[in-house]
């Protein structure tokens, strides 16, 4: 194989060899192929609504950035940032905003659906986390990027909500990561399950209905 196809399969998790490919690359470094490729064997395996679990994180400060990177930058359809603050990405993604214009220059549907930084329910959770960096400001943050984003994209939009405090949904056209809030714990400690769409009704469906009815109700940026 040409060595920048190679680089490819092992840069961006999303591609996969043809199975011929699998099988001799597991071969070659003499292990099994599930090891390399456990979606691909997991899904050929599973028929339940399970089966949209591609994989699941204890903590989301432990999805790998290539894996944020890969599904932000190969976005053709639409790109749905539905967390609280989305503070963590500025921080964690280098660059974000840049690889937002372009996909949005593209054709995407960029969108940001973030908490009221005045609402009550932002206060309760100020008070609950008790840290210094309180959610309102996280809020802010997103908000002055989404502001200078829009100055180059106006395409690119945002709403506010405050009803999805406990539950973060990012969305990378037929993939998505959730985030599960717990008890007073920050956004970086929340379980997380990365989905894929395979069928309809599924988990995917059902977080993607979601997160439409709360941009739907939400107040514009």
């Not at 591609?15 to 997991?42: F, G, M």
């Not at 603050?85 to 220059?105: I, M, Q, S």
């Not at 939009?157 to 405090?165: N, Q």
Request: aromatic share 8%; glycine share 6%.
């Amino acid at each position: 194989m040409d060595e920048k196809t190679v680089s490819r399969w092992v840069a961006n998790a999303s591609r996969t060899p043809h199975p011929r490919h699998r099988y001799a690359v597991a071969a070659a470094l003499e292990v099994d192929v599930e090891h390399l490729w456990p979606e691909v064997v997991r899904a050929a395996v599973k028929t339940g609504y399970d089966r949209e679990i591609v994989s699941a994180y204890p903590h989301r400060s432990l999805i790998p950035r290539s894996l944020w990177r890969d599904q932000i930058g190969g976005a053709k359809d639409q790109l749905f940032f539905a967390g609280y603050t989305n503070y963590f990405l500025w921080l964690d993604l280098p660059g974000l905003r840049g690889v937002l214009r372009k996909r949005a220059d593209a054709g995407v549907r960029v969108r940001f659906l973030v908490g009221d930084p005045d609402s009550p329910v932002t206060a309760e959770r100020e008070r609950i986390e008790a840290v210094p960096l309180t959610v309102s400001t996280r809020i802010r943050v997103t908000l002055d990027e989404l502001g200078k984003l829009r100055d180059q994209a106006p395409s690119i939009a945002g709403r506010y909500s405050d009803r999805h405090i406990a539950l973060s949904v990012f969305r990378f056209d037929s993939d998505m990561l959730v985030c599960t809030h717990l008890a007073d714990q920050m956004g970086h400690d929340s379980p997380t399950m990365h989905l894929r769409r395979r069928q309809d009704g599924g988990l995917f469906d059902r977080y993607a209905a979601h997160v439409e009815h709360l941009w739907a109700g939400g107040r514009e940026v």
